[in-house]
């Protein structure tokens, strides 16, 4: 059966078409790197704006705010324009066993492509009802956002009548907006946390003018359903006041992002196992030499706009890599203390600013009035106060400022959260 | 007036299946009924997917005898029809010297079941094997015959082996009474038409009792046994060399770890002793307690995503052997009380009713060859349709993946919904293909596929 294997050699092989992965390839271009690949598994680039119907998206790197759907489009094009060559329905299935390069499977057949550099830009999911252990009957009518945004959206199909969202962060209320399109009712939201967790004002940002009931410190128990019909016909919940039932015919679980690592672990880079993405330095640099990662494979997870933005800053530091080979290896590990769950880029790379000038600390717990502080050995070398305070689910953007501060022969750094 | 059929056999789980296919080498009329929208969606889709050896039936049974061929006659027709079968073996393991001292007597129930190459293995030796298994394993019991197996397609292939023959399939159809006379037996059905039959074969698992009871007899009592396992994600797999059994002590049965044939890692099953035989549902405090073990036998197991959890009931009876029986005055048989070995013994079991009829005159003679069908290979050991090549290069539609987590192409989605059992529902064509069944749990895929693939429900009562 290997007969037919071709084998094809590229600068760049870049795997994920989504905000990141486009936007790098498309920066590659410009900075005049010849081939550059890139492989999306869909049917068509973009990622997960493609089904996102709501506003919001291309703020920071286009300029221009426009819904998921024509982001995803805006993008696509820009990387075509900008000579990438774009390949869809063509899915990176392992890596090639010599050199650095990966086995491909399309309707072209199999193949292996060979690359300088490799980008690994796969992105994340939600995690599933499964996952997250939720015991109960296994009937219809339970849905991942990604799942429903794409039933409703793309392939106009009936999904329920009185839906309840678990998980009450950013893509929580873009799932309400879905709902609220597809003439669900949204019974209530609720989340285990003791807070939303996203800012108060995004549901209006949004535009979702449907209200419901977020309950917090609330989590599902039992899903219920009907043993004729094979449909949800409830929720169990235990919260403050106790536990109760909900009838609801559609449950949606939000959010609780997973890296979509398996590439990344079957090529034995080193994975933070906080996040679940792959460790990478302010370079976007992962353990492997040649190796980069970018996007929400990397944290799980940010807006679309500064994954692009990683993609951008990536394709300077991988343009490097081809004209100068991968540099220095130093890099002093940037630990999440107290109150944090992870760093994102957990590796600092001296002299390398992070991307987009920007750290993303995912809090561990949920805290009111706190502050953030970034020391090094005992020395405190950045102060942040957090206003809002700190909830899981939602990212702490750190500005970089504080890096020129950062002693190269010092030890680790570490950023931590402290209550006032 | 003949009645309608020579032979209805009730229930389409593996064994109704395997007794269908039997009888369709035969020259009797025969129909395959079931409750349920699919051959196999009861007891027989949710087990823990293991070609038993025998080696721990009680020696003497029926079971023990059935087992240990059927373990021959599913080995061989799984190579024949490309259902995915991995020997990878497996090692009970001992954790304290109790269990240590009790794999002396295992080894003997071994032997006196006639399966003689179990081997003892020293805690070095099981740790080099098993290198992640948690601390304190003393020593182990290897019985290199125990393979896993693909569990949904053995049903599948039984079933379109009979209908391909000549046999009639309906789903949808639960037997509400029957209604014996001289020369047939009238049976009555929750939807669709009245049929008649000359013999029934009760095959009805987690009903086998109830069927029974229509024929007047009170033999044995179905006690749904519920098995709730966890699937982890493939990423696991590295992790597990054999299946790891527990040694069955009198504190209880404990739970094993096993991978499957899909490149994923169970956990289970829990044994819950219950009297609702629909209570397919999992528990807060069966995935807990299966959690709290599995951290015991392989903590790294616990760092790895859940992809699926589940449950199953097993058809347990009060007695320690299968119920099979033929009454002749009724032209009934009763196949009962098959137990979580069912999947292996499926087609000895179908033999063995086969004879006992040949006995009582029923003229069933074989009359023509078995031919297995050709299955879609869902196993991950040898080279699935996104792996090759040539497949694609005749046809583009086996390079484009619909189902990225477990690698599912087009073409086979395709070849599903064309095939002689075609899926019912969603779940059957996630059996025949495994689409939509890995860690995304639909979320990048499931919407795509029911909507460019959707499969057409079974009308009850109507033939498949």
Known sequence: MNDSIRSTQTDVLIVGGGPAGLTAARELRRLGVA?????????????????????????????????????????????????????????????????????????????????TAVILATGARERPRSARLVPGDRPDGVYTTGELQQAV?????????????????????????????????????????????????????????????????????????????????????????????????????????????????????????????????????????????????????????????????????????????????????????????????????????????????????????????????????????????????????????WQSGVDPAGGPVCVWIRGN | MDPDYDLVVVGAGVVGAALAREFSLTGLRTLLVDAGDDVGCATSKANTAILHTGFDAKPGTLESTLVSRGYRLLADYAAAAGIAVEPIGALLVAWDADQLAALDGIDTKAKKNGYLETRAVGASELRELEPDLGHGAVGALAVPGESIIDPWSPPIAFATEAV??????????????????????????????????????????????????????????????????????????????????????????????????????????????????????????????????????????????????????????????????????????????????????????????????AEVGVDCELIRESKPPAMPNLGDQTPRPYQDATRIKSDPEYGRIACHCERVTRGELRDALVSTLAPTSVDGLRRRTRAMNGRCQGFFCAANIQVEYPVVQASPGGNS
Not at chain 1, 217 to 238: A, C, K, L, P, Q
Not at chain 2, 187 to 216: C, H, K, Q, Y
Not at chain 2, 235 to 263: C, E, Q, S, Y
Request: a positive charge.
């Open chain 1, 153 to 401: 959206y793309l392939h106009k199909q009936p999904v329920g009548k009185r839906a309840v969202i678990v998980g009450a962060e950013l893509v929580s209320f873009s799932a309400a907006l879905t709902l609220a399109h597809a003439g669900v009712e949204v019974v209530s939201m609720l989340t285990e946390q003791p807070r939303v967790q996203t800012f108060p004002t995004v549901p209006i940002a949004l535009g979702l003018r449907q209200r419901f009931p977020i309950l917090t410190d609330t989590s599902v128990t039992r899903i219920n359903g009907d043993r004729t019909t094979g449909r949800v016909i409830g929720i169990e919940i235990t919260g403050p006041p106790g536990s109760r039932t909900i009838g609801c015919d559609t449950v949606l679980f939000t959010g609780d992002w997973i890296p979509d690592h398996e590439l990344a672990r079957l090529g034995g880079v080193r994975i933070d196992p906080a996040s679940g993405g792959p460790l990478v330095d302010t370079s976007l640099r992962t353990s492997r030499p040649g190796v980069f990662a970018a996007g929400n494979l990397v944290h799980p997870v940010e807006t679309a706009d500064l994954c692009a933005l990683d993609g951008k800053a990536l394709a300077a530091t991988v343009a490097d890599f081809l004209d100068h080979g991968p540099g220095s290896a130093d890099v002093l590990e940037v630990q999440a203390g107290d109150g944090i769950a992870w760093v994102s880029p957990g590796l600092l790379r001296i002299g390398a600013p992070a991307p987009h000038g920007r750290f993303t600390v995912w809090p561990a717990q949920a805290l009111a009035g706190v502050r953030l502080e970034v020391r090094q050995g005992t020395r405190v070398i950045k102060r942040k106060r957090l206003l809002d305070g700190a909830v899981p689910g939602r990212p702490i953007h750190l500005v970089s400022d």
């Open chain 1, 35 to 115: 081939r550059v690949t890139l492989l999306e598994r869909e049917a068509e680039t973009g990622g997960i704006p493609r089904h996102c119907f709501h506003p919001g998206y291309g703020l920071r790197d286009l300029r221009r705010p426009m819904n998921g759907p024509t982001y995803a489009r805006r993008l696509s094009d820009l990387a075509i324009a900008a000579g990438v060559d774009v390949r869809t329905e063509t899915t990176a299935t392992r890596w090639s066993d010599s050199e650095l390069g990966l086995l491909v499977t399309s309707r072209l057949g199999v193949e292996t492509i060979r690359a």
């Open chain 2, 164 to 357: 391909r023959n000549g046999v009639t399939l309906q789903l949808r159809r639960r037997l509400t009474s029957v209604e014996a006379s001289d020369a047939r037996t009238l049976l009555s059905f929750e939807t669709g038409p009245n049929l008649t039959t000359r013999w029934l074969i009760n095959a009805a698992g987690l009903g086998s009792d109830l069927v029974d009871e229509m024929f007047g007899h009170r033999r044995f009592h179905i006690t749904p046994r519920r098995g709730q396992l966890i699937v982890f994600d493939k990423l696991a797999r590295p992790l597990v060399n054999h299946i790891l059994l527990p040694v069955p002590t009198a504190m209880g049965k404990g739970v094993l770890i096993a991978p499957t044939v899909f490149g994923n890692v169970m956990l289970g099953p829990t044994a819950e002793d219950l009297t609702d035989r629909r209570a397919t549902e999992t528990t807060a405090e069966g995935l807990a307690t299966l959690l709290e073990k599995g951290r015991r036998l392989m903590p790294k197991l616990l760092d790895e995503e859940v992809t699926a959890t589940y449950s199953g009931l097993r058809a347990a009876t009060e007695h320690d052997d299968y119920q099979i029986s033929v009454d002749e005055k009724q032209r009934y048989v009763c196949v009962g009380g098959i137990r979580s070995t069912g999947l292996t013994a499926s087609l000895a079991i179908a033999e063995h009713v086969r004879s006992l009829l």
